[in-house]
Structures are given as C-alpha cells and as structure tokens.
T-cell receptor, first 111, second 115 residues
Framework: GDSVTQMEGPVTLSEEAFLTINCTYT??????LFWYVQYPGEGLQLLLK?????DKGSNKGFEATYRKETTSFHLEKGSVQVSDSAVYFC??????????FGTGTSLTVIP | GAGVSQSPRYKVAKRGQDVALRCDPI?????LFWYQQALGQGPEFLTY????????KSGLPSDRFFAERPEGSVSTLKIQRTQQEDSAVYLC?????????????FGSGTQLSVL
C-alpha cells in the first residue's frame, strides 16, 4: 500500500544553517506530494505541494522537488530562522482521497 | 467560519465511557476527514466524507468507532466503550472540493486521554 518514510528527528540547527529533511514514498499510482508544518500549539497547515514528477513546490523559502526516479520529496531551506521551529510532516495523496503522513520531524532552530 | 473548529480541545474519559468529538469544517467545504495522531506519530487516516456521504471508513480501528455528518457540515466522531489505546489526538480536516491533490485545512484537534 501507499506509505511515506520520513527522516527521524529531532533536528537542531543554528540560525542561518541549511536544512534538509528527507522523505521517500511508496505509491501504486501517481500521487501528489505535500509538506505540512505544525507550529507549537497550532494545527497542521500546508507548507508546499507538488502534483507531478519534476514539479518543485516552494513557500516561505522552503522547497521540495518531486523525484519519481528516486521516489523522494526532500524538504530544503537555505537559511533557517528561529521561527521555523516546528514539526514537519511529509504526506502523499493518491486516488481515493486518502492522505498518508510520515511520522513527522521536529526542528528546533537556536539563535 | 474562519477555520476548522474542533471541540472539546481536551477530553478525559474513564475506560469504558463513550465520548463524542465534534468538528465544524470551513463553511461550504465538501470534504471532511478524521485522523488519529498518536504521540510522536503522524496522523493516521480514520474516515472520509464527501458532503453527508461517508465514502471511506477503512481506517476506523474497530466497530467502537463511528462517525457521522448528517447534514453535510458538522461531523461527530463517536467512540464507544473507550480503551486506553484510544488515547490520542483526533484531528479533523476539510477541503473545498473532492479532488485528490487539494489542500487540507486542519483543526487544532481534540486530545483524548483514557484513564
């Protein structure tokens, strides 16, 4: 069945460091891929998405490229800020309207 | 409404009690989802509605779990005879239409603790 495997955390970075959070997926069809973020005390919210191979999703300085050949959708940001501290979830949506989420990666950015 | 609203925010139940969790989706949103999120895990799919029709309930862990959305707006997730393993955060999400790759809007969740 469909699934998402996400890099385990927690991740701690200094401000302005480069961020990569790895995500790979397994799907029977041609899924759409997402990154959701959960800031402390808030609900999950969409960060970015890509709907087909080679698409790049981007938002707030974050980006991720849909790589079909490696079944990956790694999240990157060139220079993280303290305000980026949150839990990040990789997810996929295939036919049938189900979303499959990874286990989440906690990021803490220290000044 | 401005966003997806869930109530109560916290619920403590004794083992064996029945609980009801409420979700108010964004007004006009067609699709509504329930997820269960255990501590340190990602959300796990429970069930999905399109308007009042429950199109997928494959994620409900047992027949103690029941969800409804009778008028295609507010939804209630009911858990009968709660067990300790039911302790989790229950998330509700809605989306505007029923397309597969559409953005989900999440509520803040109901944290259920079964003692």
């Amino acid at each position: 069945g469909d699934s998402v495997t996400q890099m385990e955390g927690p991740v701690t970075l200094s401000e302005e460091a480069f961020l990569t959070i790895n995500c790979t997926y397994t799907a029977t069809g041609y899924p759409s891929l997402f990154w959701y973020v959960q800031y402390p005390g808030e609900g999950l919210q969409l960060l970015l998405k890509a709907t087909k191979a080679d698409d790049k999703g981007s938002n707030k300085g974050f980006e991720a490229t849909y790589r079909k050949e490696t079944t990956s959708f790694h999240l990157e940001k060139g220079s993280v800020q303290v305000s980026d501290s949150a839990v990040y979830f990789c997810a996929l949506s295939d036919t049938g309207n189900q979303f499959y989420f990874g286990t989440g990666t906690s990021l803490t950015v220290i000044p | 409404g401005a966003g997806v609203s869930q109530s109560p925010r916290y619920k403590v139940a004794k083992r064996g009690q029945d609980v009801a969790l409420r979700c108010d989706p964004i007004s006009g949103h067609v699709s509504l989802f329930w997820y269960q999120q255990a501590l340190g895990q990602g959300p796990e799919f429970l069930t999905y509605f399109q308007n009042e029709a429950q199109l997928d309930k494959s994620g409900l862990p047992s027949d103690r779990f029941f969800a409804e959305r009778p008028e295609g707006s507010v939804s209630t997730l009911k858990i009968q005879r709660t067990q300790q393993e039911d302790s989790a955060v229950y998330l509700c999400a809605s989306s505007a239409t029923g397309t597969t790759n559409e953005k989900l809007f999440f509520g803040s969740g109901t944290q259920l603790s079964v003692l």
